[in-house]
């Protein structure tokens, strides 16, 4: 089993910092939780694959099979999410409309 990655760890992280930098978290909170998803998937496999495996095979196997379906909703969330705000796909950067809340900030 393997996770339908759509976005790598890089673009992950580009899209988490913007949001930190920009005072625009939502984006990097889903982006963050992807990136929780993708850890615990590996976990949950090292589990699988490591000598003690057949003494709880099945919990990591059900583990496993959870964070792959919670990684699909949440990369297609993070995609939707990015649409909306029209974020540039290809670049990732974020949408100069979103960057002005950090100046608003910073004058205010």
Not at 61 to 82: R, S
Request: proline share 2%; net charge negative; with cysteine.
């Amino acid at each position: 089993m393997e996770l339908n990655i759509q976005y790598t760890a890089t673009q992950i992280e580009k899209i988490r910092e913007q949001g930190f930098v920009y005072m625009c978290a939502c984006p990097s909170q889903v982006s963050e939780q992807v990136a929780y998803l993708r850890r615990l998937f590996e976990y949950q496999k090292k589990c699988m694959n490591g000598n003690e495996a057949f003494l709880n095979l099945k919990t990591h196997k059900l583990i496993a099979e959870a964070t792959n379906k919670a990684h699909d909703i949440m990369q297609n969330c993070l995609h939707d999410v990015l649409v909306h705000e029209n974020w540039d796909l290809e670049t990732l950067d974020m949408p100069e409309n979103l960057r002005v809340i950090l100046e608003k900030t910073i004058l205010d």
